[in-house]
Structure formats: C-alpha cells, structure tokens
Nanobody, 117 residues
C-alpha cells in the first residue's frame, strides 16, 4: 500500500557529505513516523534517525548526532537524510522506513553508502 523509492547513495571520501532521499507513494495519509536505519556487513540493522510526519519532533542515534539531519517535505511525500562529516564507519546500506497508524510498517529497498578513508 506504500512504496518507498530511495536515492542519493554513493561513494564519498571521509569528511564529505551525501543527501539521501526517500520518495513515498500509495496510501500515505495515515503515516506518522518516518525513520532511517542502516546495516553494515556482518552487523545488525541499527536505528539512525526519525521524524514525525508533522516535522515537530526528531530523534538521532548518538553515533550520528550533530552530523546527520533528518527532514521531510510532506507536499512531495519525501523524507531526507542529510549526512555531513561522513566517517568510514558510516559505510552501510541505508533503509527508509514508514510507520502508520494501525501498525503497518513499510521499508525501502535500501541504498548503499560507502565512505572511504
């Protein structure tokens, strides 16, 4: 019922920046939480950042706080993750997630972010 299409991943040197986008389509009217997760090879998927649909509240993992910024544009049904001061340990597949009232949970396909040292 909700489709998420991600873009913006790629290869960047340490200290550089990337902006990830996640465009949502379908039945998004009851969405209330937008989140980014990431998963590195051999490691568990971890929480990165979250924003409520209205944009009034955000939350970040300690590892990215002060470097990453999550935002949304509801008119475009898009959530963003601005990543600055990237480190090699940020290398992972980044996933977009949408949580809806009623318990529905949707995931994007994931986009690869690689940070070279």
């Amino acid at each position: 019922q909700v489709q998420l299409v991600e873009s913006g991943g790629g290869l960047v040197q340490a200290g550089g920046s990337l902006r990830l986008s996640c465009a949502a389509s379908g039945r998004t009217f009851n969405s209330y939480m937008l989140r980014w997760y990431r998963q590195a090879p051999g490691k568990a998927r971890e929480f990165v950042a979250a924003i409520n649909w209205g944009g009034s509240s955000t939350n970040y993992a300690d590892s990215v706080k002060g470097r990453f910024t999550i935002s949304r544009d509801n008119a475009k049904n898009t959530v963003y993750l601005q990543m600055n001061s990237l480190k090699p340990e940020d290398t992972a597949i980044y996933y977009c997630n949408v949580l809806q009232y009623g318990g529905s949970d949707y995931w994007g396909q994931g986009t690869q972010v690689t940070v070279s040292s």
